[in-house]
Nanobody, 115 residues
Framework: QGQLVESGGGLVQAGGSLRLSCAAS????????MAWYRQPPGKQRDLVAS???????NYADSVKGRMTIPSDIRKNTVYLQMNDLKPENTAVYYC?????????WGQGTQGTVSS
């Protein structure tokens, strides 16, 4: 089905920023919805932000005003811009594409926020 490849994770101090990238094959990038999820240590995986093929965006309440999900059609890439990061934002961040035939997930990228 193709693949999603996340990158951009790393270690940042509280109050800092990270920009995650999710590069997709053209078929995967054409999914109905592309989204970012995160899974903190020992916790469930939750939705952070999503963007539809039409450009509509949706954000978890906890990240509104601090995170955005821009995309670049020319590069088949979706980003997660994370600002004013907090230690509780430490997680593995996953990219997902919702296709008619099912979901495709990336392998995840670790984002760690130190206090």
């Amino acid at each position: 089905q193709g693949q999603l490849v996340e990158s951009g994770g790393g270690l940042v101090q509280a109050g800092g920023s990270l920009r995650l990238s999710c590069a997709a094959s053209p078929r995967i990038f054409s999914g109905k919805v592309m989204a970012w999820y995160r899974q903190p240590p020992g916790k469930q995986r939750d939705l952070v932000a999503s963007i539809t093929a039409g450009g509509s965006t949706n954000y978890a309440d906890s990240v509104k005003g601090r995170m955005t999900i821009p995309s670049d059609i020319r590069k088949n890439t979706v980003y997660l811009q994370m600002n004013d990061l907090k230690p509780e934002n430490t997680a593995v961040y996953y990219c997902r594409s919702a296709l008619d035939v099912g979901d495709v997930w990336g392998q995840g990228t670790q984002g760690t926020v130190s206090s």
